[in-house]
Every structure is written in structure tokens, then in C-alpha cells.
């Protein structure tokens, strides 16, 4: 795991709206029954963050995602929950904080449900103990993800999953995941497991999405495009995908008609 990575450069671009679209809709989906779960995110950064700090106005990435968004009139419940959310950080109007993945999921999950969050930055990870601080069904563990998940699986509670996102920064993360994933869906095979990665020019996404297709569970693979990459301004990355392992009936639904109302906002 990179020790440089800081996600406050990136929060809010349109990666992270793909990402967290999908927490939410397998979140909300996974908590309609009554039984508990658990839930775990692998690289959880500092949970909240201020977008109205120096680190992202520096890039600002989110001005072409959750700011071009919440600027547009978008007609759909997922979306409308999704900003729900994100309003109850920012109770005067505006758009100061911003909740990452981890808190979504700490804000969705219900009291009995059971959350880990993995962090090994050290400055990130004395903020998301901050961010976490309120949710008592929460906790923070500063230690590598990949490795920390499996000694959670299977769960007590027989339900849940993970969401695994590293910044793929080190390029060794394209195979590790994949394989994190085998280990893990040995001991859990019901579990829902979610790996967001970039689409960048270098094309080491592909390996992953090759090993994961071959993993023995129901496999769905999701990719927004939303930047040309043969463009000759273009820099970087320019889409992401999502893989998700046992995806939740009627998500894959869900997901696909709100594909086609954000994806062309954010091109």
C-alpha cells in the first residue's frame, strides 16, 4: 500500500460518484432484511473530507463530478438518497464536507450491523478515527486492508462483504486484489464483494478484470468512460469500473438506469 496517497486531492471527481453509487446501492438493498451485517472497507482514507481545504482546491477534481452533479436535475431515488446524505454534513446548504466511502457506509448500516474500516496513512488514519468517532458500530484499524480483511471472514453474522479500493499507486495492487479476493471468497463465498479501479492509458486494469472474471462466484464488471483518452489534452485517468462478486438481486438494475442518466452529465 502506498504511505504517499492522500484521497482529499480526488474527493468528489467522478470516480468517486460511480464508487459510492454503488456502496449505496448495495447498502441500501443489503439492510431491507432484518438481520445484521457486516461490512468492510479496505482502504478507507479519512473517511470525511473538507472540500474547501487547500488539498483539493489544488485539483479540484470535484468541480467535474459530485459539484457538476448536484448542479444538474437528476430524477431518481438512488441518487436523491445518495444526496440525502451527503446533506446531513452540510446542514447550512453548500458543499464544505464531503463523505467518503466509509462514512456512507457508517451512515447507512444500522446499529446491530458491524463495520471495519482499514487505514494505513497515518495522518488519514487519526482523521477517519475523528470521522468515525459517532458511529458506535464502527471501528478504524490502521493496517493494510488486504491483509486485515481475512480475519474477519467469515463474518459471525453470515452476511455482508467489502468494498476493496486501493489507489492502485503501487502497481502490484492489480494482481493483489484479485487475489484477496480468492482467499477471501474461500472462507465467505456468499460474501458481496466490491474492487473499484481506474481505466488509465497503461491498460494494468486489464489484468485485473481478467482474474477476477475467472474467480468462482457471479461476476459483474461495471465501466463509466467519461473522458477521452485518445483526446490530446487528456491526461490520466479518464473512467472507472467497478467489479462486484455476488451482486445483490435487482442492484445490477438499479445501477444500469442510473448509468444512463449521470454518465453523460459527467462527460
Not at 135 to 142: D, G, N, T, V
Not at 161 to 176: C, F, H, N, Q, V
Request: with cysteine; charged share 20%.
Amino acid at each position: 500500500m502506498s504511505l504517499s496517497y492522500q484521497h482529499i486531492y480526488h474527493a468528489g471527481n467522478p470516480a468517486d460518484i460511480h464508487k459510492h453509487l454503488w456502496l449505496m446501492a448495495v447498502l441500501r438493498y443489503m439492510t431491507r432484511k432484518d438481520k445484521p451485517l457486516f461490512w468492510a472497507d479496505t482502504h478507507a482514507g479519512r473517511g470525511l473530507y473538507d472540500l474547501s481545504s487547500k488539498e483539493a482546491a489544488k485539483t479540484a477534481e470535484a468541480a467535474a463530478g459530485i459539484q457538476k452533479l448536484l448542479a444538474a436535475k437528476i430524477d431518481h431515488v438512488l441518487w436523491q438518497d445518495y444526496v440525502a446524505q451527503i446533506k446531513k454534513y452540510n446542514p447550512r446548504g453548500g458543499l464544505g464536507s464531503y463523505p467518503g466511502s466509509a462514512i456512507l457506509a457508517a451512515m447507512l448500516l444500522r446499529r446491530d450491523d458491524r463495520l471495519s474500516c482499514f487505514e494505513l496513512h497515518p495522518q488519514e488514519f487519526t482523521h477517519l478515527q475523528n470521522s468515525l468517532k459517532k458511529y458506535r458500530h464502527s471501528h478504524a484499524e490502521k493496517q493494510d486492508g488486504l491483509r486485515g480483511l481475512g480475519a474477519y471472514m467469515p463474518p459471525p453474522q453470515k452476511r455482508g462483504g467489502a468494498l476493496i479500493d486501493p489507489s492502485y499507486e503501487i502497481k502490484t495492487d492489480y494482481e493483489a486484489v484479485p487475489q484477496a479476493l480468492a482467499r477471501n471468497l474461500k472462507k465467505f463465498p456468499q460474501g458481496v464483494f466490491m474492487v473499484w479501479y481506474p481505466l488509465l492509458p497503461a491498460g494494468r486494469h486489464e489484468i485485473l478484470k481478467e482474474q477476477c472474471a475467472a474467480l468462482e462466484a457471479e461476476v459483474l464488471i461495471d465501466e463509466w468512460i467519461y473522458a477521452d483518452p485518445a483526446a490530446p489534452d487528456h491526461k490520466g485517468m479518464y473512467g472507472s469500473g467497478m467489479v462486484i462478486i455476488n451482486p445483490p438481486y435487482t442492484v445490477p438494475e438499479t445501477m444500469g438506469a442510473l448509468k444512463e442518466i449521470i454518465l453523460p452529465l459527467l462527460r
